[in-house]
């Protein structure tokens, strides 16, 4: 049976499956305590001005399979734009049919049309079916960058001693 791909940006009706997908996506990651965005949260986000975040979603027959949640970055280095792949979730029935790799391309497609030079993402360690569609795409393991981050109470404090 042929089943229809289509990935397309989303809009502001996509929310309550976006948060849905994301907080599926947390929970799959063993990080369903950090996941406290709400509709409005992603609506803001995605939707508002200035806009913070795009998403696509692939629908498999029309039914919402995935989606691709990024963000806009500069790369000083190549002094171009590029994209950062924040969130990625496929349904699971939607697995191994290609969509996360159609998501990609476009994403790809995308960032290119806009002049970036640079799609980039993190994926966890023990994510192996993940790691395993990267290296198949080609894409590089980054081993000496170290990913570090300030949120909740770090964040705040140092925030406060801003001059």
């Not at 349904?91 to 790809?108: D, H």
């Not at 290296?135 to 140092?158: H, N, P, V």
Request: net charge negative.
């Amino acid at each position: 049976m042929n089943r229809m791909l289509t990935i397309r940006e989303a809009t502001p009706s996509d929310v309550p499956t976006i948060a849905r997908f994301v907080r599926a996506l947390a929970e799959f990651e063993k990080l369903a305590h950090e996941a406290v965005g709400t509709d409005a949260d992603f609506h803001a986000a995605i939707f508002g001005t200035p806009q913070r975040a795009g998403c696509l979603i692939a629908e498999v027959d029309g039914e919402a399979a995935a989606i691709a949640l990024y963000h806009w970055t500069f790369s000083t280095f190549l002094a171009k734009p590029g994209r950062w792949l924040e969130d990625l979730w496929v349904e699971p029935r939607f697995r191994r049919q290609g969509v996360a790799k159609a998501l990609f391309a476009r994403l790809a497609a995308d960032t290119m049309a806009e002049g970036g030079g640079r799609l980039a993402w993190n994926v966890l360690d023990w994510n192996t079916p993940a790691i395993a569609t990267y290296d198949a795409m080609g894409a590089d393991t980054l081993k000496e960058w170290i990913t570090r981050r300030l949120s909740g109470q770090a964040l705040r404090s140092l925030a406060a001693e801003a001059v």
